[in-house]
């Protein structure tokens, strides 16, 4: 119903330049150095960090023990905004340090790496987008939050993994048609939910696609107790054997209230250590990714969280390189959708398995 497919490049990394593990690899001695110096540096600059779920457990801990949060994308914003500290570190990829500086503009945000940015994001180029949406002007713009701020400011309205169908279901009962970017595997999930009339773009996360659905069975006929976790940047071959679709914030709400001890969890593997930490007695297991169908590194973890690393924590917060800038024209037309959210979020006060994220 009603899909297009705008021409859409792959954008995974060359295989040279997908990092090789979800920890840099530092020996002990090297780790304590680097995690005390940015401690230190973090105090001295006034400065946080905000960390997503998918980046290193080195950066998560360092955030939970100077004051700074660990979240998805839209919490990592809202809590950027409620800080009193005057630099933003946001370990994550470009567009939450975007967000971070859309919603607080007057806040140094700094990143690790600029060049960590994400497939979805890169798969939606504005002035693609622009043309898109010029050829359809009786349509509601709805962006996904992984998108540059310049698509931001082209949209209506912008949502999380956990807030689409909801928000979907609000403007459809007002009669509103969508244009529907970047992610098509969210787009049509959230169309399975609610029947809207949507024009999908062909986005894609190079992570959440390779989850494999006939390998999901497999493991799941080993685990039969197990539940199965899935994030719906995921194909509906592998949607259709979740347990629970939902954001990070909801897998992870899912493994501490959900009466099982095994777990299949579909999203970056990265999300592993906050639900270790939230459901310690639990065991959770990674789902299949292509094997060998592989068409990327297939290894359940985001090359560009990857590039988040101590080390370059460290530089960033010592020579304030990386700090993210946004033409005050853009921040001023992209903070309408994301306040749209916001005040939606809140009239709603979702409640069940989170309302946020990426
Ligand atoms: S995991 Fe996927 S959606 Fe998230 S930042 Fe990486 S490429 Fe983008």
Redesign the pocket.
Known sequence: MNTIAPVIEDFRLPPERVPETICEALDDEERLLLTNRAKELLEQENAVIVAHY?TAPDLQLIADAAGGYVSDSLDMARFGNESRADTLVVCG?RFMGETAKILNPEKRILMPDLEAT???DLGCPPEQFNAFCDAHPDRTVVVYA?TSAAVKARADWMVTSGSAVEVIRHLQDKGEKFIWAPDKYLGEYVQSQTDADMLIWQGS????EEFKAKELLELKTAHPEAKVLVHP?SPASVIQYADVVGSTTAIINAAVDLNAREFIVAT?KGIFHKMQEAAPDKLFIEAPTAGKSATCKSCAH?P??AMNTLKKLVNSLETGSNEIHVDMDIIERARRPIQRLLEFAELQKWQIYGAND?
């Not at 996360?205 to 959440?208: G, T």
């Open positions: 998918y990829v994400c497939s979805l992984n996360c190079v992570v959440h940047e970056d985001c560009w969280m990426a």
